[in-house]
Structure formats: structure tokens, C-alpha cells
């Protein structure tokens, strides 16, 4: 197994700790006296096995600790080196600051509990305060740097976990803005579709009308209604642009349509409707005195819109009835329409009038159907029907 290559850091302490060993040692500057090897040459052996620890303080904390430690031992059977002692203060320190987290937690105690046993050894065999000198200096050696190195790694850690929390926040604040971003284009594409589309639809089905039969009335009627469905659609694209100014204070938005306006969709769905054979019932059920909130009336009025504009595209001849009708803290829409071949001109259609209804009805809560039905005579009929969840708490704030 190859090992790691040492950190030029711990290169320079071990260079520098032996470099300073060596000159204590040229001068014969030692921490003891009379120990069992008392040959000149031996402080150095533990010297050079304490710098070898310290090249592998940060790659390899743990060997380091076990070679310091030896290393330290046989010092104390030479007349012993002050950098020896300095070098592995540092070796203790690392291997709390580098080491894996269990180690970090084991090296404090150990040295700690090693401490307290050297002074109480000493104390129980000299008995005499020499032995809390001893003690304290065994603290200083081993206990201190281990306490340092947790301190300094605990504060690390924080400063990591920190990091990592406010990278997390960033992120969190980026989906939020992305998904906001993302909702907004929504909101406008529902709203640019229900305000324009039915315009648009009566204006291509009736210039469709006007350049297939030449009839000067017929065209004449054409144009009255084109004009009308322009007028009506610039209208609602200014409604629009004033929407998405009112942000930078450009303009001021007009306020949105609301239930109180449906008797005017209705007259205008009507004469945009007549020349295709369809006829237009408002059967409206609501306690007009009993408000509703907001969100609730601009979802209402934008499925009645939409489903006029789709039996206006795609409805056979026929009654198109709109029901609505407030019943067990909800508002209940339907909108019926003949199924079947539609004759004279068409407008196409993309499918996004049926998405941007189920968003609308979704975002509040309500339950949404789409699809063919048979009425009581049998006969095959278009139904979109929409339940919009009204709170008690919101009708009273309405």
C-alpha cells in the first residue's frame, strides 16, 4: 500500500523541531540527568522518531500519535530533549484536529485520565508536592494540547456546518425563486389565454364567415362583431400590460373581472354566438347579497369565459346553458354545450383553455370535469363543471 505523501506544513514543523533538538542538543541543554542511557548520542534517537511523527501529523494522525507517544517514552530513559517534548504537544494536538471523530473524542479523556493517574502514582509514591508538579506538567504535555484540538476542531465544524447551512438556505431560496418565477409565467399564460382567446376565436370564425359567403349583410354583421371582439380584446391586453406594470408604478392595474360582469359575457358571448345557431341560458342560483372571495369570483368568471369560447369554436347547434349554484361551502360552475359536427367555419384549437381551467380550479382546492355527458333526453352534451371550495372565514372577510 502506498503511503500518503506528507503535507509540506508538517514537512517544515518536523524539519524545523529537529533543526531545534539538534542545536538544545550541540549546546547540551537537556531536561534530565542520570538515566539509563546516559550516552550523549541517545536524546537524539527519540528526537528524530518524534520528527518523523510530525511529518505525518495531518495525513496520518493516528500512526503519528502511536510513534510520538513511544517516542516521548524513550526520551524519559535518555537525559531527554525540550523539543521532543514541544514536538509531541503538537503531535497530540493533531491528532484531535485531524483525526477521524472518534478519535477526537477518545484522545481528551484518555490523556486526561492518564493525567490524573500520573499524579495520583506520584503522590501515592513520593508523597510529597513534587508529584502536582509532576501532574500538572503531564497536563500540559498532553492534556492541554488534546483540549486545544478539540476546541479548535469543534469550532471548525461549525464553521462548516454553517457553511453548509447557508449554501442549503441559497439553494432553498433559488428553488423558491425558480418555482415563483415559474407559477408568475403560469398565472400569466392562464390569464393572456381567458382574456384574448375568445376574442380571438370569434374574430377568426366570423372573418372566416365574411370571406366565404358573399352576402353584404352577412359580411356587414361579420364586421360589426370582428370590430367589437377587437375593441374588446385590446381592452383586456391593456388590462394586461397594466398587470405587469403595476410592479415599477407605470400604471395602475384595473381591477379583475368578477361574477358581477358575467351578464356582460353573457350579451356578448350571445351576439358572437347567433350566427352559429347557438343560444345562450344564464341560470344563476347565487344569493347575490352573499359575497365570495376574490380568487374564487376571477376563477369562476374565467371558466364560464373559457368553456363560451370552446362551445363557441367547437358546440353544435344548440342551447349552452351556464349554471350557477352555492351549495355546502362551495360555488358550483357548469357549463353545458351541444356535442356533435359543427357546421360553417371553425377556430382551432390548442387545448391549453381545458389546462389553464383545472390550474385555476387546483390552485384553490375545487374539484374539476371536463368531458361528454348525456343530458335526460339522451342526447350527447359537452359539460365542464367546477367546484370551488368557499370557507366560512372568507366569506365573512368578502
Known amino acids: 500500500m502506498r503511503l500518503p505523501r506528507p503535507h509540506r506544513l508538517d514537512l517544515i514543523i518536523a524539519l524545523a523541531g529537529f533543526a531545534t533538538g539538534l542545536l538544545l542538543w550541540s549546546f547540551g541543554l537537556y531536561t534530565t540527568g542520570d538515566r539509563v542511557f546516559d ?11 518524534m ?13 503519528a500519535m502511536v510513534v510520538g507517544t513511544l517516542a516521548l517514552v524513550g526520551d524519559q530513559f535518555t ?76 469550532h471548525r465544524e461549525a464553521a462548516e456546518a454553517a457553511r453548509l447551512r447557508a449554501e442549503q438556505t441559497a439553494l432553498l431560496a433559488e428553488m423558491d425563486r425558480s418555482q415563483a418565477v415559474v407559477a408568475e409565467r403560469a398565472r400569466m399564460a392562464r390569464e393572456l389565454h381567458d382574456m384574448v382567446a375568445n376574442h380571438l376565436s370569434a374574430i377568426a ?22 370590430r367589437e371582439n377587437s375593441v374588446a380584446g385590446l381592452s383586456e391586453m391593456r388590462r394586461l400590460i397594466g398587470l405587469l406594470r403595476a410592479s415599477s408604478g407605470d400604471a395602475e392595474p384595473a381591477a379583475a373581472p368578477t361574477l358581477a360582469g358575467l351578464d356582460a359575457l353573457i350579451d356578448q358571448a350571445r351576439a358572437n354566438a347567433r350566427p352559429s345557431g347557438l343560444h345562450l341560458v344564464l341560470d344563476d342560483t347565487r344569493d347575490s347579497a352573499a359575497g365570495l372571495p376574490a380568487p374564487v369570483e376571477l376563477a369562476a368568471y374565467r371558466i364560464v369565459q373559457e368553456s363560451l369560447t370552446n362551445a363557441l369554436k367547437h358546440a353544435a347547434p344548440g342551447e349552452v ?24 367555419p371553425t377556430a382551432p384549437g390548442s387545448g391549453a383553455g381545458l389546462v389553464g381551467m383545472r390550474e385555476r380550479v387546483d390552485l384553490l382546492g375545487g374539484v374539476f370535469e371536463a368531458g361528454p355527458v348525456a343530458d335526460d333526453e339522451g342526447r350527447k352534451r359537452w359539460r365542464v363543471r367546477a367546484e370551488l371550495p368557499v370557507d366560512a372565514s372568507d366569506e365573512e372577510r368578502a
Open 51 to 63: 520528527a518523523s511523527a510530525e511529518t505525518l501529523r495531518r495525513t496520518m494522525p493516528r500512526t
Open 205 to 226: 370564425i366570423h372573418s372566416t364567415a365574411a370571406l366565404s359567403i358573399d352576402e353584404p349583410a352577412t359580411t356587414r354583421q361579420a364586421l360589426s362583431v370582428i
Open 39 to 49: 550516552q550523549r548520542w541517545a536524546a537524539l534517537v527519540p528526537l528524530a522518531a
Open 79 to 154: 537525559n531527554g530533549n525540550l523539543a521532543t517534548v514541544l514536538m509531541y504537544t503538537d503531535v497530540v494536538y493533531a491528532a484531535v484536529v485531524y483525526g477521524s471523530p472518534a478519535s477526537a473524542r477518545r484522545i481528551p479523556y484518555t490523556t486526561g485520565l492518564i493525567t490524573v493517574a500520573i499524579t495520583v502514582g506520584f503522590l501515592v509514591w513520593w508523597q510529597n508536592a513534587i508529584a502536582l508538579l509532576v501532574g500538572v506538567l503531564s497536563g500540559m504535555i498532553s492534556f492541554m494540547p488534546a483540549m486545544t484540538g478539540a476546541v479548535v476542531r469543534n
Open 321 to 344: 346553458r351556464v349554471v350557477l349554484a352555492r351549495r355546502r361551502g362551495a360555488l358550483t360552475v357548469e357549463v353545458t354545450s351541444p356535442a356533435g359536427e359543427r357546421p360553417g
